[in-house]
Nanobody, 121 residues
Framework: QVQLVESGGGLVQTGGSLTLSCTASGRHFQLYTIAWFRQAPGKEREFVVGIPWTNGVIDYGDSAKGRFILSRDNEKNTVALQMNSLKVEDTAIYFC??????????????WGQGTQVTVSS
């Protein structure tokens, strides 16, 4: 099993940047596919970006392409999400998730509690 804790959320103005971190505890972090999801009020949870444990090829969702950058450090058991050019519509709770399967899309078994990101106009 793996336990996930997100940090780095907060309030930022439109056009600003924010970096979220996901720190994992447990064994064999390097064998987990990690992803970020987000959920805005009244909306369904949305896939943002994921990185498989197999080949490290990052899968960016449409909302993240060109603006967000994902990085992973297996020695520190962390995944960081750098978010640039933030928009009001990026406002949501951001969740870190993990699964043992190699694909980035699908059902995730482990979830953090989430961190709030609010982008003001």
């Amino acid at each position: 099993q793996v336990q996930l804790v997100e940090s780095g959320g907060g309030l930022v103005q439109t056009g600003g940047s924010l970096t979220l971190s996901c720190t994992a505890s447990g064994r064999h972090f390097q064998l987990y596919t990690i992803a970020w999801f987000r959920q805005a009020p009244g909306k369904e949870r949305e896939f943002v970006v994921g990185i498989p444990w197999t080949n490290g090829v990052i899968d960016y969702g449409d909302s993240a392409k060109g603006r967000f950058i994902l990085s992973r450090d297996n020695e520190k058991n962390t995944v960081a999400l750098q978010m640039n050019s933030l928009k009001v519509e990026d406002t949501a709770i951001y969740f870190c998730a993990a699964r043992t399967e190699s694909g980035t899309r699908g059902i995730y078994d482990y979830w953090g509690q989430g961190t709030q990101v609010t982008v003001s106009s």
